[in-house]
């Protein structure tokens, strides 16, 4: 069973500092793209961020220059660093990826994780 748990959510004053983690657990022979999206209430989720497996990034209009997503293969590991944090970043955090499991490639998510900026 192929899981990703997230970590490193939380309540933090507008301009602070976040780093989301996001761990891939289980069989599988290699993860290929990772990203993180968001879904604030009452809208629709969308992408944050994005990086291949060999480190190529792109990120949503909104956070670039703020955020930096980057990978650990090793660790099977995917981090969001979160800075100049605005009370508009407040949403759920969802981490994804695709996942090789030998068989073919799978989409998969994370719980989801809390982040509210404070004016």
């Known amino acids: 069973q192929v899981q990703l748990v997230e970590s490193g959510g939380g309540l933090v004053q507008a301009g602070g500092s976040l780093r989301l983690s996001c761990a891939a657990s289980?069989?599988?022979?290699?993860?290929?793209?990772m990203g993180w999206y968001r879904q604030a209430p009452g809208k629709q989720r969308e992408l944050v961020a994005a990086?291949?497996?060999?480190?190529?990034?792109n990120y949503a209009d909104s956070v670039k220059g703020r955020f930096t997503i980057s990978r650990d293969n090793a660790k099977n590991t995917v981090y969001l660093q979160m800075n100049s944090l605005k009370p508009e970043d407040t949403a759920v955090y969802y981490c994804?990826?695709?996942?090789?499991?030998?068989?073919?490639?799978?989409?998969?998510w994370g719980q989801g994780t809390q982040v509210t900026v404070s004016s």
């Open positions: 994804h990826a695709y996942i090789n499991l030998g068989v073919g490639e799978y989409s998969y």
């Open positions: 990086i291949t497996r060999g480190g190529n990034t």
């Open positions: 289980g069989s599988f022979v290699s993860i290929n793209a």
